[in-house]
């Protein structure tokens, strides 16, 4: 590894994934993952770059739309070169779809401010070959008015052990979750989980505890109850990993950081 103080810059990479191919997000040996075939792709174009740093670890079959990553590069290459050249040796599960030029060392997970999930489920009796790979089949009877009465709840400053897996060791486990919302679109049911930070699984326990109440295999205020005891085995299902998706992460950018290319579309 080169010596990263002879870097030239840091940049920062919105990525986006189809997660059904990957073993999650961090890189292991012997699986393919996604920071392991983004650094192989990075290499290409800069053989000296830092090891990635992302902000947030998917789970194997999770997708992202608006992941991020921290990189030190030697070669001076501005944020289109970065994205159109990752972009041609990237497979087309992967995608760079924006960058921008940071401080070295600039790392999104301990700037995160805001995550956003969204997590789809399909009310149907019948799969859609079209759906499989991106959302949780629900068969119904599923009680919508249930599920999004039991998703206010879970809203502001609460003790989310009950909401995490038996492999997450963190002692602190306090979260605030700014927006617990669902919005029906069809057949398919889009809640959307807006917080400060999460624990591993967190998402897919309280979205499979929300699911167990509107199917009647839970009473209503399973959430409420399952904050107040701090029990995992008091929270409901974890839901399956393909009908999740990170969607936008907020960081707080030093002053004068220049913009995003290409730049977001705006009304």
Do not use: C
Request: aromatic share 6%.
């Amino acid at each position: 590894m080169a010596d990263l103080s002879a870097a030239l810059s840091g940049v920062l990479l919105t990525v986006a994934y189809d997660g059904t191919g990957f073993h999650g997000w961090a890189a292991q040996p012997g699986v393919r993952t996604v920071q392991g075939t983004l650094q192989e792709a990075l290499r290409k174009l800069d053989p000296e770059a830092s090891l990635l740093r992302g902000a947030s670890r998917t789970d194997a079959g999770v997708h992202a739309e608006g992941q991020l990553v921290g990189v030190d590069v030697f070669r001076r290459i501005a944020p289109r070169g970065w994205v159109l050249g990752l972009n041609k040796v990237l497979p087309d599960d992967l995608s760079v779809r924006q960058a921008r030029l940071v401080p070295i060392g600039y790392n999104p997970r301990h700037e995160a401010r805001r995550k956003r999930y969204g997590y789809r489920l399909q009310v149907d009796a019948v799969r859609d070959p079209h759906l499989r790979l991106r959302v949780w089949r629900v068969a119904p009877p599923v009680d919508l008015l249930r599920l999004g009465r039991e998703a206010e709840a879970a809203v502001g400053t609460h003790d989310f052990a009950s909401f995490r897996a038996a492999s997450d060791g963190r002692e602190h486990t306090v979260r605030t979750m700014f927006r617990v919302e669902t919005a029906v679109e069809g057949r398919v049911v889009r809640v959307v989980v807006e917080g400060n930070a999460f624990m591993h699984n967190m998402v897919r326990i309280l979205v499979g505890t929300l699911v167990d109440v509107a199917r009647g295999r839970l009473a209503e205020g399973a959430v409420a109850r399952a904050l107040a005891v701090r029990d995992r085995r008091v929270a409901g299902m974890t839901a399956p990993a393909q009908g999740l998706t990170l969607e936008q992460i907020d960081v707080a950018l030093p002053e004068g950081v220049a913009e995003m290319w290409p730049e977001p579309l705006t009304p």
